[in-house]
């Protein structure tokens, strides 16, 4: 069955970096287009970055310039760097396989002094 896994979430102050990661398992990764999205309190879940299987990268508005989506297809993993973090990016952080509707469990990132 399809497994998604994130990592790296946690607490970092305004202006930090941080990589979340993607585990990815039970499909033939580097066939689907991937992303990230992310949930605050009290909001929708939004659309972060994707990654299409040939590599093309999309951001939402708010994160370019400061995030990065890449994807390893030999180690079935997505990441998302994100730079110059700000509180506003404050959320949980979930991988998802676009096609399908897969998500995993969700990473909290908490941005704070």
């Known amino acids: 069955q399809v497994q998604l896994v994130e990592a790296g979430g946690g607490l970092v102050q305004p202006g930090g970096p941080l990589r979340l990661s993607c585990v990815a398992s039970?499909?033939?990764?580097?066939?689907?287009?991937m992303g990230w999205s992310r949930q605050a309190p009290g909001k929708q879940r939004e659309m972060v970055a994707d990654i299409t299987n040939g590599g093309t990268t999309t951001y939402a508005d708010s994160v370019k310039g400061r995030f990065t989506v890449y994807r390893d297809n030999f180690k079935n993993t997505l990441y998302l760097q994100m730079n110059d973090l700000k509180p506003e990016d404050t959320a949980v952080y979930y991988c998802?396989?676009?096609?399908?509707?897969?998500w995993g469990q969700g990473t909290q990132v908490t941005v704070s002094s």
């Open positions: 039970g499909f033939i990764f580097s066939r689907y287009n």
């Open positions: 998802a396989r676009r096609t399908g509707g897969y």
